[in-house]
């Protein structure tokens, strides 16, 4: 990211990635990274699609209403957003980012409170699940207890690299920032510090507030699993907290909801920075009167409904899916 932001600030390219790996080595490498990225973003919007329905499943399940409703919703919500341009997206981006910023630095509180005896419970977990059943979970097909330890950690690393898609958006917005030579420099050197902060901080604290053999969070493997197995709502409900998992699948949704319109975002534009240079047909690049590449965002559309997969399966089956393919993208 900091090699990214040399390049922005010195070079500030509206094709992104792919015009910088053109520029500096070669136009098939510049190719290769623009059809690279489109493919992951082309994925990663119906899989947070997926997520969204998962999430509302937490309230009602699917037997009671089809997930494609929910997929169905965003999809439109999303489109609506993405066809009045830049000014009226970085708005609307900027207030659902700053509640997360908000909603995250309240629950790395809440969890540090838990962890210290704070709770309703009263129970000061420490590093207790550290020492039982301990901080690792050993893969259950292996004997060997340190080599099972090593190969459940490497096993659940595609998921891990997923969490960290988007840290790279600022190399898209590039060609439509204001200022792009000391915004884009402002934004790439802070990211170090939200990964610290909203990633490290978050998950050392859910590890100490939540064992990885607890009851509620083994449900996550349940081909029926919700928004319930997620581990900070199994944190809030281990403490007794009473309503705050209902906020917090709200938060979570929120925070879906605006990577599904980033990710969208990205797909499109990526297009358009692909057909401007010329890697990709011209018909991509053609924008309507508020500056939207109106062809590229109904082609990113399209695959959108690549999420309606979940109708006819689980939809933590589709996420899967879809989370190995875009992971392994990157």
Known sequence: MCCLGEMASFIPMPEGFPGYATRYCDEALGFGVGIAYLCKYLITTPNQMVAGSLVMQYWISPARVNPGVWIAIILVVIVFINLFGVKFFGEFEFWLSSLKVITVLGLIILLLCIML?????HDRIGFRYWQEPGAFAPYSKIDDKRLAKFISFWSVMVTAVFAYLGTELCGITFGEAQNPRYTIKKAIR???YRILVFYICSVFLIGCCVAYNDPQ???AKKSTATAAASPFVVAIKNAKIGGLPHVMNACILIFIFSATNSDLYIATRNLYGMSANGMLPSIFSRTNKNGVPIYA????????L???????SSSRKVFNYLVNVSSRLR
């Open 306 to 312: 690549l999420a309606f997969m979940a109708c006819a």
């Open 190 to 192: 802070l990211t170090f």
């Open 117 to 121: 005896g704070g709770s309703p419970t």
């Open 217 to 219: 969070l083994l449900a």
């Open 297 to 304: 965002l109904a082609f990113a559309s399209c695959f959108c």
